[in-house]
């Protein structure tokens, strides 16, 4: 890990199972802190090698600290000096290693509530009204705290809707500062950052750009690097990333797997190859890929035929390059996120990480895979990139394979690209491609009939 990386600012929060985990890291990344989300089962020693920690926090979940089995946190962080925040779940695992107590509420709270705030000159509420509306969600509650805790809010139904201990930089909440149904939240969580924290806010673009080229450069020495095209925004933001940071040792095969959006083979070699000079190879693969998904419907069987073959056909691109080491992938944090925790049921797999074959020849290189999607794009633009680059619709790997219903045709295929055009032309035409995230069109795998009358 480089010196650069270690020195950076950021805000750890562990993950106990919340919907709203990912939520609390955008949050404070929006601050301008740096944040990732880790399993709660690490320990205090490998917070340590995280470099420069300002503050954790606990997210909330949806389990009992009294279960069998309920997560848990490793005690010494509590010793390592760095501020601890816990929210919901947090509040009350923080409240149950310190010897207080949690029970099951007669009566569970959940949505907006009013809680009276006791002190607005310090900690979480400094400079916040004394009275505050914010989001509960919880079926426990905490009847008593641990001594050397204070009670900073309430309200009828929880008594003890936040505490703290100054003297061992210790905060709960038993709320969601985090949504903003908690009118003040942000502010809150801002209190935590830089007045308990004292973070600065040292995260930047600029910053992540000059931090992830030192560690491409560390990693892929002078060695070669392939990159998968997919014409999307992620693959494109990491070509032109890569070509800032090892220039001719990156070669781009753009797998054209008859699977685009209309034209988009051509402007991808257009904008990517001409502007920015990334040397790309153009791969027409659509008949191996229609072959591969002739007579499949399954759309969890189509992900991974495509993200097999596509790697396969870079296996065979590869056969003709020499000392070709390492795989370029756009994967995102939410990418990674969405594939599946320790905390959390794979809902499905991603493109980017569940379609992997085992004996795959390249070394992964995933310079994205710390960021959100709307910190992509914002990056692409710190790059110079154009918006009808940086603002393209997202489009996963497996491209219109996957807003095709059912089997893949070549006549299926075309319908969507050109409903999916027309589409994208009207929307355009009338200046919302910034107000609407994400629009395409599905060819669904059913007949429907007219009624007259």
């Given at each position: 890990m480089s010196t650069r990386t270690t020195s950076l600012e950021k805000i750890i929060v562990l993950d106990f199972g919340s919907q709203y985990n990912q939520l609390i890291t955008r949050?404070?990344?929006?601050?301008?802190?740096?944040s990732e989300l880790l399993h709660n089962d690490i320990t205090a020693e490998e917070i340590k090698k995280h470099g420069n920690v300002k503050g954790i926090i606990f997210s909330g979940g949806p389990h009992s600290v009294y279960e069998s089995g309920a997560f848990t946190v490793d005690p010494e962080i509590f010793e390592l000096g760095i501020p601890v925040l816990g929210i919901c779940y947090g509040m009350q695992l923080t409240t149950h290693l310190f010897g207080g107590t949690v029970e099951s509420s007669p009566t569970r709270e959940y949505g907006p509530a009013k809680v009276e705030v006791f002190n607005t000159d310090s900690g979480i509420f400094q400079g916040l009204s004394t009275s505050e509306e914010v989001l509960m969600s919880h079926g426990d509650r905490i009847t008593a705290i641990p001594e050397g805790f204070t009670v900073t809010a309430s309200n009828d139904h929880t008594p003890f809707a936040a505490f703290e201990n100054p003297e061992r930089n210790i905060y709960g909440v038993q709320f969601h500062p985090e949504v903003r149904h908690s009118i003040h939240g942000n502010d809150m969580l801002k209190n935590?950052?830089?007045?308990?924290c004292g973070a600065t806010g040292d995260w930047t673009m600029a910053n992540f750009i000059e931090m992830e080229i030192e560690k491409i450069r560390e990693k892929v020495g002078n060695k070669k690097v392939l990159l998968g095209l997919s014409g999307g925004v992620d693959s494109s933001v990491v070509g032109v990333l890569l070509q800032k940071a090892i220039g001719d040792q990156l070669t781009c095969i753009f797998v054209d797997h008859g699977l685009l959006r209309k034209d988009e083979g051509d402007q991808v070699m257009e904008s990517l190859?001409?502007?920015f000079g990334l040397n790309i190879i153009r791969v027409n693969a659509q008949e191996r890929f229609l072959s591969k998904l002739k007579g499949v419907s399954d759309p969890e069987q189509k992900r991974k035929i495509i993200?097999?073959?596509?790697v396969y056909v870079f296996d065979d691109e590869a056969a003709k390059l020499t000392d070709v080491d390492f795989l370029a992938q756009g994967t995102l944090y939410t990418d990674?996120?969405?594939s599946g925790t320790k905390t959390a049921q794979t809902i499905k797999s991603h493109h980017n990480v569940g379609g992997l074959p085992e004996d795959m020849q390249f070394e992964l290189i995933e310079p994205l895979n710390t960021l959100f999607k709307d910190e992509v794009r914002a990056l692409g633009t710190a790059l110079g990139m154009p918006d009808s680059i940086v603002w393209?619709?997202?489009f996963p790997g497996p491209g219109l394979g996957i807003r095709v219903l059912g089997e893949v045709t070549e006549e299926k295929l075309e319908i969507v690209?050109?409903?999916d055009a027309i589409l994208r032309e009207e929307i355009a035409k009338n200046g919302l491609e910034r107000d609407v995230w994400q629009y395409f069109t599905v060819l669904p795998g059913i007949r429907s009939v007219g009624v007259m009358g």
């Open positions: 949050r404070i990344r929006e601050f301008g802190v740096f935590f950052v830089f007045n308990i190859s001409g502007k993200g097999n073959e596509f990674i996120i969405e393209r619709q997202p690209r050109e409903s």
